[in-house]
C-alpha cells in the first residue's frame, strides 16, 4: 500500500518533480550555448535576468521604487492582499455564486446532500473543482452576453472534503474510500456544459431544464479517438482492440473555445489514476517520461482495473490529449484530437494565422517541460461549423526553442525528420504525438519554469505564457525565459509572433514580469515600477484578455500560499501596454485553502466568470487559528454555503460591475 497524501500535496508533489530524461547530445550542447550567451549578456547589460529579451522588461524598474502614477486604465479600487475563510471582489464589484459541486443539471433532482451522494446522482450535479470555464453565445454566431452555454473543466477531487465519516490522517483516506466513493470520484471528474442566462436586473441563474446541460464523466461517457494516433496498437485496450473509443477524460485542466463554438479540454495530470506493476517492457520508456504510475496514486485501480497498468498496460496511452467537445449538440461524442500530443496538456487557446487557418498554443505544466503550437493545415469557417469537423485533426505541431537573444523558433514535431525516426524508437507519426515530450527532448526544446495557462491577446496579437514557478530551477540549468534559481514566484513571459502572424514559425521573446513581492529584493521580483502596495502576485496560471488588450492573471501558489507571498490567490489586471506595462491591480481573492481558476469574460466584458477550486484545501496548516488538515468534518472553512452540515463546495462566481460597466473599468 502506497502512503496516502492529499490530494493537492500529490499534486503538488508531482507538478514539482522534474521527469529525468536522457541527456542527448543536442540538448547538452544547447544548455551550454545558452549558459555562455547568457553570461556574455549579464556583463553588457549588468543585470542577468533582465539580459534575456535585449529589448526585455522595457518599462520595468527596480522593485525598492515608489509609485509615482495613477493605475492607469483599471477603474475600480483595489482590494488588500490578505488571507480568511471567504472571498473579496473591488467594493464597486459584485462577486455572486452561480453553481457549486453538486448543484443540478437537470429538474426533479433533490436538494444536495453530501450524506447522500453516490455516482449516479452525482452524474447529474456540477462536479468537483471547477477549473477552465469558457462561455459559448446562444444562440450560436449571436455574441451574446446574457445567455449562453458556460463549459466548466472538473480537475480533481479532494476525496477528504468530499465524503463524511472517512478515518482521520491521510494515510488512511485511500484505503477507507469504497467502491462507491471511487465511481462517485469518477462522476465528479470530467466537464459540465451549462446553460446560464442573466435577467434583467443583470443577476445570472443556471437554465435547470435545459437540454443543453450536460455532464462528461470519467466514468462512463464514450468519447472518440480521431487523428493520427486513433487506431494505433498502442492505444488498444481488451475493452477497445480497435483503439477508436476511450471512456472519459481526465484531470481536465484549463482549456479553450475555437471560432466555430467548440470547447477544447485539456488532460493534464493523467499518471494521478494509474498503479499497478508494469509488464510492458516497450513502454517503460514512456511510462517513466509521463511519470506513471504516480508514487502515491488515487485508489481507482482497486476497483477499476482499466486504471491497473499490470492489466492495461496501454490504457495510459488513452489519456494525455486535447478534447474537443461540441457544447452545442449534446448528442455529440467528444473527440479526443490526437494530432495536438500527448503530454500534461494545460490548456489549449487559440488565435486566427494571417492565411484564416488557426494556430492553438499549449503548455505541458510539470517542471522542465515545454511549450507547444499546433497550426491546422486548413483554413476555418464559422459560418459552416460542419466544415471545422475534422479540422484539428490535420495540421503540424510544434515544440518551443528559446534563444538567449530574443528569438525563438517553432521546431515542428514530424515524423522522418530530425531524429524522430526508427533510430529514436519513433515508427510513425502516432509514435512521435504520444511520445511528444521524447520527441521534444530530441529537437532541443526549452524546458521551462511550468508553462500553465498560453494566452493569445487578440488586440496585441502578442501570446503570453504563465510559467507558473519551478523550485528546481538552479543557477547551472537558468536560461533566458527562467531567469530565476529556486523561482518559487514565477513570471509571464510575452511572445511575439514572426511577421505578425501567428503561422510562423519564428517569434520574439520578452519577459512582462518577474513575479514576487517587490519590497523583498531576495524574490528578484521585476514590476513596473509604479507598482502598488497590492498590484503584485506569484504563480500565475490561468489567463483571460479583455477587449482592451490587458491580462487578467488568475493565480495558484498551492500549499506553500504562506511562504510564497503569505496571502491568499486571487485575480490581478496586468497592463501589457503603454506606460502602465508591467503594473497588477488585484480585483478578487478566494477563501483559505482555494486556487483562483476560470477567468472568462462575456463578449462584452460586463461579466467576468471566475472559478474557485479546492476551498479549505491547501495549505491550511498555516493558516492561522486552524493550523491543521481540513477533513470533511473540520473544514478550514465552509465556503460558501458556511452552513454546519455542508463541507466547502468549489463553485463558479459572476463578477460584474455594480453600475453595469465593463468589469475593471
Ligand atoms: Fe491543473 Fe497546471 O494546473
Ligand atoms: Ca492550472
Ligand atoms: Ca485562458
Not at 472517512?166 to 469518477?186: F, I, W
Not at 486566427?352 to 486548413?378: I, S
Not at 529537437?443 to 491577446?457: I, K, M, S
Request: net charge negative; hydrophobic share 35%; aromatic share 8%.
Amino acid at each position: 500500500m502506497t502512503k496516502y497524501k492529499s490530494l493537492s500535496e500529490r499534486r503538488e508533489e508531482q507538478e514539482d518533480n522534474a521527469i529525468e530524461r536522457p541527456a542527448s547530445p543536442s540538448l547538452n550542447t544547447l544548455w551550454e550555448r545558452r549558459i555562455a550567451r547568457r553570461s556574455l549578456l549579464k556583463g553588457a547589460a549588468g543585470l542577468g535576468l533582465m539580459a534575456g529579451a535585449g529589448t526585455g522588461l522595457t518599462g520595468l524598474a527596480g522593485c525598492d521604487q515608489k509609485p509615482d502614477a495613477p493605475n492607469f486604465t483599471f477603474n475600480f479600487p483595489e482590494i488588500a492582499h490578505g488571507v480568511d475563510t471567504t472571498h473579496h471582489v473591488a467594493t464597486d464589484h459584485s462577486a455572486d455564486v452561480l453553481i457549486r459541486w453538486g448543484d443540478a443539471l437537470k429538474p426533479g433532482l433533490p436538494a444536495f446532500d453530501p450524506h447522500a451522494l453516490d455516482a449516479q446522482s452525482q452524474l447529474g450535479r456540477f462536479g468537483y473543482n471547477n477549473d477552465y470555464i469558457g462561455f459559448v453565445p446562444l444562440p450560436y454566431g449571436s455574441g451574446a452576453s446574457n445567455h449562453g452555454l458556460l463549459c466548466v473543466n472538473h480537475e480533481y477531487t479532494n476525496d477528504e472534503l468530499m465524503f463524511p465519516g472517512l478515518p482521520s490522517g491521510d494515510d488512511n483516506v485511500a484505503a477507507a474510500l469504497s467502491e462507491a466513493q471511487v465511481k462517485t470520484c469518477m462522476a465528479a471528474h470530467g466537464n459540465s456544459i451549462v446553460e446560464v442566462q442573466r435577467d434583467g436586473k443583470g443577476n445570472w441563474s443556471v437554465v435547470t431544464d435545459s437540454p443543453f446541460n450536460r455532464r462528461i464523466s470519467t466514468l462512463e461517457t464514450p468519447i472518440r479517438l480521431s487523428g493520427p494516433a486513433a487506431g494505433h496498437p498502442r492505444l488498444a485496450t481488451s475493452a477497445d482492440p480497435e483503439a477508436r473509443t476511450v471512456t472519459g477524460t481526465l484531470n481536465n485542466c484549463a482549456g479553450g473555445i475555437t471560432p466555430w463554438g467548440t470547447y477544447l479540454t485539456c488532460e493534464e495530470n493523467i499518471n494521478y489514476y494509474f498503479d499497478g506493476e508494469a509488464n510492458s517492457a516497450s513502454e517503460a520508456e514512456n511510462y517513466q517520461r509521463m511519470g506513471i504510475p504516480a508514487e502515491h496514486p488515487y485508489p481507482w485501480h482497486r476497483y477499476v482495473p482499466r486504471f491497473d497498468i499490470g492489466q492495461e498496460p496501454n490504457e495510459p496511452n488513452r489519456f494525455g490529449w486535447v478534447v474537443e467537445i461540441d457544447p452545442l449538440d449534446p448528442a455529440q461524442m467528444p473527440v479526443k484530437r490526437t494530432a495536438l500530443g500527448r503530454f500534461k496538456h494545460e490548456g489549449c487557446e487559440n488565435t486566427p494565422t494571417n492565411d484564416g487557418r488557426l494556430a492553438l498554443y499549449m503548455g505541458d505544466d510539470q517542471r522542465f517541460e515545454y511549450a507547444y503550437k499546433f497550426v491546422t493545415a486548413d483554413k476555418f469557417d464559422t459560418k459552416n461549423r460542419e466544415a471545422n469537423r475534422t479540422l484539428l485533426d490535420h495540421g503540424t505541431l510544434y515544440v518551443a526553442r528559446f534563444e538567449e537573444d530574443g528569438s525563438g523558433r517553432w521546431l515542428p514535431l514530424i515524423h522522418g525528420q530530425n531524429g524522430l525516426d526508427a533510430t529514436n524508437g519513433f515508427l510513425s507519426q502516432a509514435d512521435v504525438l504520444i511520445e511528444a515530450r521524447r520527441a521534444s527532448d530530441i529537437l532541443g526544446a526549452t524546458p521551462l519554469d511550468r508553462t500553465e495557462d498560453v494566452q493569445p491577446n487578440p488586440l496585441t496579437r502578442k501570446v503570453y505564457f504563465s510559467l507558473t514557478n519551478n523550485s528546481r530551477r538552479t543557477k547551472a540549468n537558468l536560461n533566458g525565459p527562467d531567469p530565476r534559481p529556486a523561482n518559487i514566484w514565477g513570471q509571464i513571459m510575452e511572445l511575439t509572433p514572426g511577421l505578425d502572424d501567428h503561422g510562423s514559425d519564428h517569434f520574439t521573446w520578452d519577459l512582462l514580469v518577474l513575479c514576487g513581492n517587490p519590497k523583498n529584493p531576495a524574490t528578484g521580483a521585476s514590476w513596473n515600477k509604479n507598482i502598488t502596495e497590492n498590484g503584485w502576485f506569484a504563480c500565475p496560471d490561468n489567463l483571460a484578455a479583455d477587449a482592451k488588450g490587458r491580462l487578467w492573471v488568475a493565480t495558484d501558489q498551492g500549499e506553500d500560499w504562506a511562504r510564497t507571498t503569505g496571502t491568499a490567490d486571487g485575480i490581478w489586471g496586468l497592463e501589457t501596454q503603454g506606460p502602465g506595462r508591467g503594473t497588477g491591480h488585484m480585483l478578487f481573492r478566494v477563501p483559505v485553502g482555494a486556487e483562483m481558476c476560470g477567468p472568462c469574460f462575456t463578449p462584452d466584458g460586463t461579466t467576468f466568470f471566475v472559478a474557485v477550486q479546492h476551498p479549505a484545501s491547501d495549505g491550511t496548516e498555516e493558516f492561522s487559528g486552524f493550523e491543521r488538515k481540513s477533513t470533511f468534518e473540520d473544514p478550514a472553512t465552509r465556503w460558501p454555503d458556511f452552513k454546519p452540515d455542508m463541507p466547502p463546495r468549489p463553485s463558479v462566481l459572476a463578477i460584474r460591475r455594480k453600475d453595469g460597466g465593463a468589469v475593471g473599468g
